[in-house]
Every structure is written in structure tokens, then in C-alpha cells.
């Protein structure tokens, strides 16, 4: 348990619930002693997850917001009204460096897009294994038609 902890950054509260999760899907067995095997290969339910972040005004702390989310998203985006966005195009190259993308929504719910990311592999493959439960858990995550985005 220790060792998870360690390797995963999250908390020991978290890690104990998220195996005894685990062990109900019976993906792990946990021994009395705390050892955990994996039962068979486990492989990540999504090819691909990718974070938006949601600002109204404050692109920095959006951009900031969305680095986090690299620690178990493939692709992490900043979402911006329309016209806030349209400000930034100026400023793509921040975007670019920190390999997060740029969208903005109009009034009426068109998505503009002003840069696409990068795909990556996560910063935590754990991280991403736990967010992808986590989608699981929420329901039937909805798919975008060109890929298996959740």
C-alpha cells in the first residue's frame, strides 16, 4: 500500500478505495497481509481521454488548470467564450508550449477551435487508469464519432 501510494502521488485514503474497487471487479485479489495481484491483463478502457477546462474569463488559470489534467488525459484543451478566445490568437504560441489546445464557444454552442493539442501519453499511467474508472462509474461516456474520445 505504501508503495502505491508512493508511486501514484495520491492519497492513502484514495488508494484503498480504489483498490477495494478494484478487487470488487475482481480485476485485483488483495492478500490479509496487503500484497495485490492482478487477476489478468488489465488494459485501459479508453484509447484516448481528453480534459477540458471550462474558463469564463481567466485564460491563465485555465491554462495552469488544464497542465494538471496531462497527468491522465492524452489531450487537455482550454474552452473560452468566443470572443475571449479570439483574443488569444495572439498568444497561441503560449498555448503551443504548454501543449495545450485553444476552443472557443459562441452564444449559440458552435466550437470554434484556434488550436488542436498534441496528442501525449499521461504524465501517471495510475492516474489514468483511475480516470478512466472514474468515467466508468458516471455512466456511458459519450464517444466522439472520429476516435474513442471520452
Known amino acids: 500500500m505504501g508503495r502505491l501510494v508512493r508511486v501514484t502521488g495520491l492519497s492513502k485514503?484514495?488508494?484503498?478505495?480504489?483498490?477495494?474497487l478494484l478487487q470488487e471487479l475482481r480485476i485485483l485479489k488483495m492478500t490479509k497481509k496487503g500484497q495485490v495481484s492482478v487477476r489478468h491483463e488489465v488494459r485501459p478502457p479508453f484509447k484516448e481521454i481528453t480534459a477540458y477546462e471550462v474558463?469564463?474569463?481567466?485564460?491563465?488559470?485555465?491554462?495552469?488548470?488544464a497542465r494538471n489534467y496531462k497527468s491522465f488525459a492524452h489531450k487537455?484543451?482550454?474552452?473560452?467564450?468566443?470572443?475571449?478566445?479570439?483574443?488569444?490568437?495572439?498568444?497561441?504560441?503560449?498555448?503551443r508550449r504548454m501543449r495545450v489546445g485553444l476552443l472557443g464557444i459562441s452564444a449559440s454552442g458552435d466550437l470554434k477551435w484556434f488550436l488542436h493539442p498534441r496528442r501525449q501519453k499521461p504524465i501517471s499511467g495510475a492516474r489514468n487508469f483511475l480516470a478512466a474508472i472514474s468515467l466508468l462509474k458516471r455512466g456511458k461516456p459519450s464517444v466522439d464519432s472520429r476516435s474513442n474520445r471520452a
Do not use: C, H, M
Open 13 to 20: 485514503a484514495t488508494v484503498r478505495k480504489e483498490l477495494k
Open 55 to 65: 474558463k469564463v474569463k481567466d485564460w491563465k488559470s485555465g491554462i495552469y488548470q
Open 76 to 95: 487537455v484543451n482550454v474552452a473560452l467564450p468566443l470572443n475571449r478566445a479570439k483574443l488569444l490568437k495572439k498568444r497561441l504560441e503560449i498555448f
